[in-house]
């Protein structure tokens, strides 16, 4: 899922009501949504700077398995997000014990918990399945706040079995257009709106770090974390 960052014309939108209330649960979260930048389907808030990774292109050989069909695809990597506001931006990666920072534990933690609640409503309409939330690379700056992320959209993770073809796994990704179209928007909005996270101290500095991505269980139209 990564793209390689290419300008494009930048639309800078100004959110004309800039508190709205979000209900969770029974009572009301006040919400103050920021300025942005869009480039395609990336989102850089509050004039954050940022820099990426250079792109390396390979080729793939790919078979189709029902006609035995040989095509060749070039697979581009990198162009990825690497600093914010020229800080070298702290990946959510984990130690040689399989754990991330306690920072980035807790926000990876809150990050999750808020976009579920954020849009259950509208998960519950789903079919059965594992779906991945797709904010990529959101970034927390040093003061604690999003300053970026990608918005790919809502994926449902591809049914595999003995035997499956292409076309089947593929077939079992589907997801109704009109309701991903919800999901999505709604997201972005919870993106622009998010609540502060704690700040990333490395060295007794404050440092910009990634919180990743993170999946639900939707089985009988309920949402399982």
């Given amino acids: 899922m990564l793209q390689y960052r290419l300008k494009a014309k930048v639309v ?8 709205v209330f979000i209900s969770f649960g029974g009572f009301s979260q006040k919400v103050e949504y920021r300025n ?25 050989t790919m078979t189709d398995d029902e006609t035995g069909e040989i095509s060749i695809q070039i697979n581009n990597s990198g162009g990825n997000i690497k600093t914010l506001n020229g800080k070298l931006i702290r990946q959510a990666t984990v ?10 534990a807790k926000s990876m933690k809150k990050f999750s918990v808020y976009l ?3 849009v259950r409503n509208l998960l519950e309409e789903l079919k059965d399945g594992e779906y991945t939330f797709c904010p990529d690379y959101p970034t927390i700056d040093e003061q604690g706040s999003v300053a970026y992320f990608e918005m790919w959209g809502l994926v449902k993770t591809a049914k595999v079995f003995p035997g499956a073809t292409a076309a089947q796994m593929k077939a079992s990704q589907y997801i109704d257009p009109a309701l991903k179209k919800q999901i999505d928007n709604k997201v972005i909005r919870l993106m622009l709106g998010a609540p502060k996270f704690d700040v990333l101290y490395e060295n007794g500095k404050p440092v910009p770090y ?8 939707v089985k009988g139209h309920r949402v399982k974390m």
């Fill in 36 to 60: 942005y930048d869009r480039y395609d389907d990336t989102y850089i808030i509050g004039g954050a700077k940022v820099t990426y990774s250079d792109k390396v292109s390979d080729t793939i």
């Fill in 210 to 217: 990634s919180i990743g991505g993170f999946s639900v269980k």
């Fill in 95 to 104: 130690d040689e014990h399989g754990t991330h920072p306690e920072t980035i």
């Fill in 12 to 19: 800078r939108l100004l959110i004309l009501v800039p508190i």
């Fill in 116 to 118: 579920t609640k954020g």
